[in-house]
């Protein structure tokens, strides 16, 4: 069974730093085609990070200030959020595909089959 367990969210200033970590059980995160999401109140699911096959894509909105990397030996991927905005401010979710050659061109979120329940992330001004 498969299980991916976020962690690492939080309340933060603007101009703050976080990082997220989505800890893999049933699951290999070394070589899979992984993401983090984000859900903001009354808005759509929205990819933010996506890595794997050797290629890494940021939303626009987040490049430049987001790192999506990961620890083959402790099965973990991890998103750095840096200069964070009150806009970043949503549940972020981690999402792995069932096979690696989903990347690249994954982007949307029927491309990964598994979630975790998602971490809190709320900035403020």
């Known amino acids: 069974q498969v299980q991916l367990v976020e962690s690492g969210g939080g309340s933060v200033q603007a101009g703050g730093s976080l990082r997220l970590s989505c800890v893999a059980s049933?699951?290999?995160?070394?070589?899979?085609?992984m993401a983090w999401f984000r859900q903001a109140p009354g808005k759509e699911l929205e990819a933010v990070a996506v890595d794997g096959v050797g290629e890494t894509r940021y939303a626009d909105s987040v490049e430049g200030r987001f790192t999506i990397s990961r620890d083959d030996a402790k099965n973990t991927l991890y998103l750095q959020l840096n200069i964070l905005e009150t806009e970043d401010s949503a549940m972020y979710y981690c999402a792995g595909a069932i096979n690696y050659w989903a990347c690249p061109g994954s982007w949307s979120q029927g491309d990964f089959s598994y979630w975790g329940q998602g971490t809190q992330v709320t900035v403020s001004s």
């Open positions: 049933g699951y290999t995160v070394s070589g899979a085609c």
